[in-house]
Structure formats: C-alpha cells, structure tokens
Nanobody
Framework: VQLQASGGGFVQSGGSLRLSCTAS????????YAWYRQAPGKQRELVAT???????NYADAVEDRFTISRDNAKNTVYLQMNSLKPEDTAVYYC???????????????WGQGTQVTVSS
C-alpha cells in the first residue's frame, strides 16, 4: 500500500487546513486509516483514526476541532483541521492498517508526511 499525503502548509492560529491521503490499494474500503503527527523534540502521537464503517476516534488534544473522514470511492482519507493552534505544528503522517481500531490496532503502512505550521 502506498500512501500519498497532501494539504499541509502554513496557517495562522485559528485557521483551518484539510489534509488528504490517497491510498493505492484495492482493499481501501476495509482498512483502518489514521493520522499521526510528530512535533520537533516530541514523541509521535496518534491524532485520529477511522475504521471500516466510519467509526472514528480522536486524541483529546484535537477532539471537537479535527474531523477525520473517508471517501471509499476515491480511496482517500481526509483530516479537516479547524481552530488550529501553534501546538498543532508538526509533521502529519497518513497511515493504513488492518480492519479494527482501539488500543490493539497499529498501522502497517506510512505515508511520507506533510508539514503543518501554525503561527501565533
């Protein structure tokens, strides 16, 4: 599975960005997808997950500001990020893994990452 992420950029605090991730797999619709991020000097963290059937899960830090969605017809996963804060600045990675979600789930494939920078 190859994952191509796009949509990162520079935005002022309070602004919005939408990340997209297109996956090259015939099994797109059954996989679980997730966005991770890593800020300089910090550990990588899970941001949001979307499973088959569109069940979603979010990190506390982004709950109510970010929305993950999927378009199975386009093999694409999105991350809509609103009310961005400087602490959201990070490289965001699109990932894919087997069906399922929760503490036992982990991705098998990683995209190349896209930089999001939020100025104060």
């Amino acid at each position: 599975v190859q994952l191509q992420a796009s949509g990162g950029g520079f935005v002022q605090s309070g602004g919005s960005l939408r990340l997209s991730c297109t996956a090259s797999t015939a099994l797109f619709s059954i996989n679980t997808y997730a966005w991770y991020r890593q800020a300089p000097g910090k550990q990588r963290e899970l941001v949001a997950t979307i499973a088959y059937g569109a069940a979603t899960n979010y990190a506390d830090a982004v709950e109510d500001r970010f929305t993950i969605s999927r378009d199975n017809a386009k093999n694409t996963v999105y991350l809509q990020m609103n009310s961005l804060k400087p602490e959201d600045t990070a490289v965001y990675y699109c990932t894919a893994g087997p069906p399922g979600y929760g503490s036992g789930w982990s991705p098998n494939y990683w995209g190349q990452g896209t930089q999001v920078t939020v100025s104060s």
